[in-house]
């Protein structure tokens, strides 16, 4: 198969969609030749990163987080803003390819030239989701948007991995009235940066402020992640297009605090340590799959600690023996 040449930087730096398109799918690849590719590529467009405002969202499924994505990136978009969107998408364990086709969610953006919209699947690792998705934000950001939202399907522990890939990072919540904090990890909520209640529209207004009332007693009698910061709770719906100009503007107080204290900087310097490491991480689990010891060890080896005739730590010294850790 004749395999087509590496994206230009230039043609990538100059906004071109398919060249970006490329690009991430380049990012994205395992191929060892690819890999070397995507990195010279990363190096020379690393100038013209870091001037992006990155916003990471999450929230329980049937928050609406995609209404209001498409929602907020086109209330920017009117701003005079170009918006990218990078979905995380849990990855299928027999295709590797991402199964959420947030896209199809996101009508307006979708067909929007001053928008981007990108589902990222997670590859099964945080690693993967902090490489890859870091990767196509550095990209997106080189082709000139300002704006980064990149959302988490909102399980497991991905919020943590894309809160430290991005400035600001944004809770929707549902309305309840009590129920809303059953729904969502205390952890998740100890790491925003704004929780916005969704879907504060019509009838459910009522029970949005209540819920609202709810988490902000909660944020009190929890020790904030920022002493910079106290997250504010907003009211907000994606799909009557509610709120969003003060959502929008809470980003950018807590973007401007975080500038005027030297905090962001600092911050975006310590992501890139914690990227690092989480592609090592990655690298380390690739050479073990792909070991030929391993692979030869490693059916009978799975099948003696399934069945608890080898306790998982001792599988654990055997396989890491075999690589010679």
Not at 107 to 128: C, H, K, Y
């Amino acid at each position: 198969m004749i395999r087509r040449p590496p994206p230009d930087p230039q043609a990538v730096a100059a906004g071109e969609r398919s060249a970006l398109a490329r690009a991430i799918t380049l990012v994205e690849s395992k191929r060892a030749d690819d890999r070397k590719a995507a990195r010279a590529l990363i190096e020379a467009l690393l100038p013209r990163t870091g001037r992006a405002v990155r916003v990471g969202i999450t929230g329980v499924p049937g928050v609406g987080k995609s209404t209001m994505i498409d929602a907020l990136g086109a209330h920017l978009i009117e701003q005079g803003m170009k918006v990218a969107v990078l979905a995380v998408d849990p990855s299928s364990r027999r295709t590797g390819g991402a199964i959420l086709g947030d896209k199809t969610r996101m009508a307006r953006l979708a067909v929007a030239p001053e928008a981007f919209v990108r589902p990222s699947p997670s590859s099964g690792t945080l690693g993967g989701v902090a490489a890859k998705t870091r990767e196509a934000m550095l990209l997106c950001e080189a082709a000139g948007f300002d704006a980064i939202l990149v959302e988490t399907v909102g399980v497991g522990q991905s919020e943590t991995a894309v809160a430290d890939l991005t400035d600001t990072f944004l809770v929707l919540a549902l309305p309840g009235a009590g129920d809303e904090l059953q729904g969502i990890k205390k952890g998740v909520i100890e790491l925003a940066d704004i929780i916005a209640v969704n879907k504060a529209d019509g009838p459910g207004a009522q029970r949005a402020a209540a819920a609202a009332a709810e988490y902000r007693a909660a944020l009190r009698i929890l020790v904030p992640h920022d002493a910079l910061w106290t997250p504010p709770v907003l009211l907000v719906s994606g799909l009557a297009g509610q709120g969003l100009e003060e959502l929008w503007a809470a980003v950018m107080a807590h973007r401007a605090r975080l500038e005027g204290a030297g905090a962001l900087a600092r911050k975006r310097r310590e992501q890139n340590t914690r990227w690092m490491w989480a592609m090592v991480e990655e690298r380390l689990r690739e050479k073990m799959l792909t070991s030929p010891a391993v692979r030869a060890r490693l059916p009978d080896l799975e099948a003696a600690v399934a069945e608890g005739a080898v306790s998982p730590a001792a599988g654990a010294d055997e396989l890491a023996a075999l690589l010679g850790l």
